[in-house]
């Protein structure tokens, strides 16, 4: 997906919610929609592309999607679709984690961005971007195990 086409789909998204808070409350908003966008489309993806099976996924391996990508291989959907599901878990721990990840990984936002949007500062978000993708990491690796050791 290009980054011009998620952007538009994200406003139109946007377009018909509430109103916002303020700034910050719109970068947030803003940032979850391009997660949701980019899941759907890989979701799709993968759904066309039956049979297209498991494997390792490595965050540092999946490009920051949206950006300066034409589209997204079946590869990158199906690590697209593992992280969020890690994203889900993480975010049940830590929401402010799982924000971090949704700004800098989905959205593409810098420290400085993500630390305006979430009313933190550029040093909590460095801190935290390292702890969520440390723990993302490990959690899709022991992801991965589980799936091989399980054959169905």
Not at 25 to 31: E, G, K, M
Not at 88 to 101: E, F, N, W
Not at 112 to 140: I, Y
Request: hydrophobic share 45%.
């Amino acid at each position: 997906m290009q980054t011009t086409a998620l952007v538009h789909e994200a406003y139109l998204k946007l377009l018909n919610a509430a109103r916002f808070n303020d700034r910050e409350h719109f970068l947030r908003a803003a940032a979850l929609a391009m997660r949701h966008i980019l899941i759907n489309h890989a979701r799709d993806r993968v759904a066309n592309k039956r049979g297209g099976g498991a494997h390792h996924v490595d965050i540092d391996e999946v490009s920051e999607i949206g950006i300066g990508e034409p589209e997204i291989d079946i590869g990158e959907a199906h690590a697209l679709v593992e992280i969020n599901e890690a994203l889900g878990r993480l975010g049940a721990m830590s929401p402010r984690l799982a924000q971090i990840v949704e700004c800098r990984f989905f959205a593409g936002y810098t420290d400085e961005q993500t630390a305006q949007a979430l009313g933190l500062t550029d040093r909590t978000v460095r801190r935290d971007w390292v702890k969520a993708r440390a723990w993302l990491r490990r959690e899709l690796s022991v992801g991965q195990d589980v799936l091989d050791a399980n054959p169905s």
